[in-house]
């Protein structure tokens, strides 16, 4: 599916994100304790941190990622039509990660800096069990503010989707508060993907009011959702979001992932390759399936279904951008799970 690229052309979703590119290396856990690294967390680190441990990581391979722009470029394969919002430098690495999501079918006509900090980019340690640490470096990401939402494109998406990440930073949350008003102002509808359990124990108070006021379809995993509400179970943690927002997808790993809209529940099984091979976009992939769906008038139990087998196609590589048709690696799956092709 083309992205929408005349002025009229509606978006069915549009992305505000941090425009990373991704270097993955296999690792183990003594090299992760070597180097100082909290397993399974994202870890925001300086330009010197960042040198550091991409000396020490082993051979890896540099693809664009970010969670928002895994989310987008795995919609437009899906056929939606994407736009996406981040910053990159015009460095070497910006070119690849302008190129990637433009490839991937998606609108990206933000213009790159010419001066400052330099393209992000995420160490990504993946270790055998599959579970992923990651270091990021956010360079020219910090300069995403408010002038870069604009008005015209804002107005044209059905949903806007943020990622919680760019809560830790003043101007890319005004960013977030403009798309957001612009919005709901056209009638779209707000998503929210809550990123990491320690980006929303630094923002709580903020995201509960976001959730309660604007959020109409909320993302996160169960050690997200449980941080948000300051509970210590999942089922707690799921009888507070229900009432906050019109939809909330709500993830469990091998447990499969919960969707909810007011009383109406679903329990989604998770859907594995045969290999686990990284966890690395299994929430972004997630996201997508399920706005995909959602987008083209699915019920809610269809919805999770997609959403689950999309993450399940993308944890039998490494990466989180498909190295083959998503659409192709779906149907594999789907045959052996039983959810309706994305086609």
């Known amino acids: ?34 180097l100082d690294l909290q397993k399974g967390a994202m870890t925001l680190v300086d330009e010197e941190r960042s040198a550091f441990l991409y000396r020490n990581m082993p051979p890896g391979r540099e693809v664009s990622g970010g969670s928002c722009g895994n989310t987008m470029a795995a919609l437009a394969a899906l056929g939606s039509r994407c ?8 460095d070497q690495l910006g070119n690849v990660f302008a190129h990637d999501i433009r490839a991937a079918g998606v609108s990206f006509e933000c213009r790159p800096s010419a001066v400052g900090p330099a393209t992000a980019r995420s160490l990504i340690f993946v270790t055998p069990d599959a579970q992923r640490t990651m270091q990021t470096y956010l360079g020219a990401c910090v300069e995403l503010g408010p002038d870069d939402v604009d008005p015209m494109l804002a107005g044209r998406a059905s949903i806007t989707y943020l990622e919680g990440y760019l809560w830790d930073r003043p101007e890319a949350k005004e960013a977030c508060r403009k798309a957001a008003d612009l919005c709901h102002a056209a009638g779209g509808r707000l998503a929210l993907t809550l990123s990491d359990a320690f980006c929303v124990d630094r923002w709580r108070a903020e995201f509960v009011n976001l959730v309660e006021n604007e959020v109409d379809i909320l993302f996160a995993n169960e050690s997200e959702i ?4 300051g509970v210590s179970d999942f089922d707690t943690a799921l009888q507070e979001v229900r009432h906050h927002v019109q939809f909330a997808a709500l993830t469990r790993g091998a447990k499969g992932s919960v969707v909810v809209r007011g009383d ?14 990284d966890t690395t976009g299994a929430g972004d992939l997630y996201a997508a399936g399920f706005l995909h769906a959602l987008t083209r008038g699915d019920d809610l139990a269809a919805c999770g279904r997609l959403a689950s087998v999309a993450a399940g196609a993308i944890i039998g590589q490494y990466g989180a951008r498909a190295e083959r048709p998503l659409v192709e690696m779906i149907a594999e799956l789907t045959g052996q799970a039983g959810p309706r092709s994305p086609a």
């Open 1 to 34: 599916m083309r992205p929408a690229d005349e002025a009229s052309d509606p978006f069915d979703v549009l992305g505000m994100g941090n425009a990373i590119v991704d270097v993955v290396a296999h690792a183990d856990d003594a090299l992760l304790a070597r």
């Open 83 to 90: 736009a996406y919002v981040g910053r990159v430098r015009d």
């Open 226 to 229: 449980t941080s948000l509400y």
């Open 264 to 277: 109406e529940v679903h329990v989604i099984e998770a859907v594995r390759p045969t290999r686990v091979l």
